[in-house]
T-cell receptor
Framework: DTEVTQTPKHLVMGMTNKKSLKCEQH?????MYWYKQKAKKPPELMFV???????INESVPSRFSPECPNSSLLNLHLHALQPEDSALYLC????????????FGPGTRLLVL | AQKITQTQPGMFVQEKEAVTLDCTYD???????LFWYKQPSSGEMIFLIY??????QNATEGRYSLNFQKARKSANLVISASQLGDSAMYFC???????????????FGQGTILTVHP
């Protein structure tokens, strides 16, 4: 069973809506990640939080806004999205030491109409 | 920049047989890590196996083993005794040191879709 949870599992939103994706991990990991994945493509890194601070922003448009309220939670706030933003959004966490494995949540399937 | 290549878009295997999924990598960094993930149609990325660049032996985890050939820069995944539940997309990934901080950046290959036939 995955120890990274994501809500909601599915989300449909209009281009003028504001919504949030939530991710939670209970493994004591200190690094958390957001990935975007289009169908039949590899995941693409969006953001990395390390010790609750934003460490990497892979040139993601400002309509995506990450937030890390504490070491266990990671949010992704969505505003004024475009249809091309429809994708599977995956959250992951890692211990943060050396080449530690990243453990993924089940993802949120987002459809922007 | 590091690069992962998976040359097999799709593979087919008969149930109970073994299958090898190919992965080559390109890095000049002496310290690196290689991962394999499984992604069923449900979407979740499942960590399977890890090989560190300094590990002397090939990694194994149950029915999964990694054929690590450092000189050839290849890290192929071998699945023994395939099961119907092994049908999924498989990604090879390498880990890039993020400059001595507490996280690493994963770069994924394009993936291989494995179909197990009964």
């Amino acid at each position: 069973d995955t120890e990274v949870t994501q809500t909601p599992k599915h989300l449909v939103m209009g281009m003028t809506n504001k919504k949030s994706l939530k991710c939670e991990q209970h493994m004591g990991h200190r690094a958390m990640y957001w990935y975007k994945q289009k169908a039949k493509k590899p995941p693409e890194l969006m953001f990395v939080y390390s010790y609750e601070k934003l460490s990497i922003n892979e040139s993601v448009p400002s309509r995506f806004s990450p937030e890390c309220p504490n070491s266990s939670l990671l949010n992704l706030h969505l505003h004024a999205l475009q249809p091309e933003d429809s994708a599977l959004y995956l959250c992951a966490s890692s211990q943060g030491h050396d080449a530690g494995a990243q453990y993924f949540g089940p993802g949120t399937r987002l459809l922007v109409l | 920049a590091q690069k992962i290549t998976q040359t097999q878009p799709g593979m087919f295997v008969q149930e109970k047989e073994a299958v090898t999924l190919d992965c080559t990598y390109d890095t000049s960094d002496p310290s690196y890590g290689l991962f394999w993930y499984k992604q069923p149609s449900s979407g979740e990325m499942i960590f399977l196996i890890y090989q560190g660049s300094y590990d002397q032996q090939n990694a194994t985890e149950g029915r999964y083993s990694l054929n690590f050939q450092k000189a050839r820069k290849s890290a192929n995944l071998v699945i023994s005794a395939s099961q119907l539940g092994d049908s999924a997309m498989y990604f090879c990934a390498d880990w890039e040191d993020a400059g001595g901080t507490s996280y690493g950046k994963l770069t994924f290959g394009q993936g291989t879709i494995l179909t197990v036939h009964p």
